[in-house]
């Protein structure tokens, strides 16, 4: 009965609760807990004061003790008769000690607490049940709500902000437009650091106001191109951020190109100097004094696959030379000679055709010929040199396109061993690891 009477009023607990918001309990608890302070404040002043009056008595006591009481020698202590004086309280030595300074508040040191306190009644088990089931269910409540209120908010999404179709849409449009536009695109260059940039990242200037004294006669190898640098006085150049903040300075950039890294700009180099295949720059070139490696695949649903050249990564490739191919005085070199160190190896079903590889082994004799003229009259390293046009003449190519039949003949197809592709295969076969062909694993036998 009793168990059932608990649970009842329990219950009636439970019908009668009422939710009181945090906010609300904390200031209650608050000025409880600061009324409990003062009012245990005023006690302990109350407490303090009577023993603080008696022990100012007491100590004005023994010091006119002490002055009336004559100092106590040996002969009179052996002569007078034993009476019981009374003792002065021995004082403590006075210390050095700053006075203490009374605390912030008139709060006061607490008295020891008494032995014979009562104690606090425990609590019994079904009271703190009781109590940690009634914290419990305020927390969960709590959260409940909270948690209610969120998907209040997550159904009528006023958390956040809808963003609009129109602005993803312009967003889009914006991000293309960034990527084809031609003011965003690297396609132009600084005219003193000849590094590529986009227009929009470009200022045009007024070089010889801009430039100090001393800058127009660091830069004079760059004026020499009339075609970045017109000679008039009003004539404009086009510089980049960087540039344009050293020279307002009065310095010389340091990515400038005459500072140790003049290579010459992009109007010293002729149209007969352009777009010649890496086959015909050898060919017009006094020495080969380097190779590399390209790879290159070809495919039928995209014919321009070969304009971009992937160079392999390794080690440095030497390779020896002949001594009189250092001092040519002929040129072109004879085309066998140079096939002779250009390696052509493929690998596939079928072999590829002079049009696949056209734009990498391609042998134009206009352009050869027009390429050796203007090097024989602008380049005093080429002054000595003689044109051989009967070479050039005997070239022959293979399906009426510009590639040589020696290029043609000399490609190797080179197909990689069963043993070498085991070892480079990123999965063993089956069969290798004596298993049937196409046989389903689980996950538990691998």
């Known amino acids: 009965r009793a168990e059932e009477r608990d649970h009842r009023a329990q219950a009636v607990a439970r019908r009668n609760t009422v939710t009181v918001p945090e906010d609300e309990l904390r200031r209650t608890m608050a000025a409880i807990t600061q009324r409990h302070a003062e009012e245990r404040l005023r006690e302990r002043t109350a407490r303090l004061r009577p023993q603080q009056d008696t022990g100012q008595f007491d100590r004005r006591g023994a010091e006119e003790v002490c002055r009336t009481q004559p100092p106590a020698t040996p002969e009179r202590i052996s002569s007078s008769p034993?009476?019981?004086?009374?003792?002065?309280?021995?004082?403590t030595p006075q210390t050095r000690k700053?006075?203490?300074?009374?605390?912030?508040?008139?709060?006061?040191?607490?008295?020891?607490?008494?032995?014979?306190?009562?104690?606090?009644?425990?609590?019994?088990?079904?009271?703190?049940?009781?109590?940690?089931?009634?914290?419990?269910e305020t927390i969960l409540r709590y959260h409940v709500s909270r948690f209610r209120d969120k998907e209040r908010e997550s159904a009528a999404r006023s958390w956040c902000k809808e963003v609009p179709l129109a602005l993803q849409v312009e967003t889009a449009q914006s991000f293309y437009q960034a990527f084809t536009d031609e003011r965003t695109l690297?396609?132009?260059?600084?005219?003193?650091?000849?590094?590529?940039?986009?227009?929009?990242?470009?200022?045009?200037?007024?070089w010889r106001r801009h430039l100090t004294p001393s800058l127009l006669q660091a830069t004079a190898a760059l004026q020499e191109c009339r075609g970045c640098f017109p000679a008039a006085d009003d004539a404009e150049a086009m510089v980049c951020h960087e540039c344009y903040a050293a020279l307002k300075k009065g310095k010389l950039p340091k990515t400038c190109a005459v500072n140790n890294m003049y290579i010459g700009c992009e109007h010293r180099y002729p149209?007969?100097?352009?777009?010649?295949?890496?086959?015909?720059?050898?060919?017009?070139?006094?020495?080969?004094?380097?190779?590399?490696?390209?790879?290159?695949?070809?495919?039928?649903?995209?014919?321009?696959?070969?304009?971009?050249?992937?160079?392999?990564?390794?080690?440095?490739?030497?390779?020896?030379?002949?001594?009189?191919?250092l001092v040519a005085t002929v040129l072109p070199h004879p085309l066998l000679v140079t096939i002779e160190n250009i390696h052509v190896s493929w690998s596939g079903s079928s072999k590829p055709g002079a049009a696949d590889v056209g734009h990498l082994l391609q042998v134009r004799k206009s352009r050869v010929r027009a390429a050796l003229s203007w090097l024989q009259e602008n380049n005093p390293l080429y002054e000595h040199v003689t044109i051989d046009h009967g070479e050039m003449d005997g070239w022959r190519y293979a399906d009426g396109s510009d590639v040589p039949i020696l290029t043609m003949d000399s490609m190797q197809r080179e197909e990689p061993s069963v043993a070498e592709k085991t070892q480079t295969d990123h999965i063993v076969p089956d069969t290798d690891r004596g298993l049937e062909e196409n046989r389903s694993t689980t996950i538990e036998e691998i």
């Open 82 to 91: 034993q009476v019981s004086i009374p003792r002065a309280i021995p004082q």
């Open 98 to 136: 700053r006075p203490r300074e009374p605390q912030p508040g008139g709060l006061l040191t607490p008295p020891p607490t008494r032995p014979d306190r009562p104690r606090k009644r425990p609590r019994s088990s079904q009271e703190t049940a009781l109590l940690q089931r009634e914290s419990l």
């Open 186 to 206: 690297p396609i132009s260059h600084c005219d003193f650091c000849y590094r590529k940039q986009p227009p929009s990242e470009l200022t045009k200037i007024r």
């Open 271 to 325: 149209q007969e100097l352009d777009g010649l295949s890496p086959v015909e720059e050898r060919l017009i070139a006094l020495q080969a004094s380097f190779g590399y490696i390209t790879k290159f695949t070809v495919d039928n649903k995209t014919p321009s696959g070969l304009g971009y050249r992937k160079h392999v990564k390794g080690h440095i490739v030497v390779f020896p030379n002949k001594i009189e191919d």
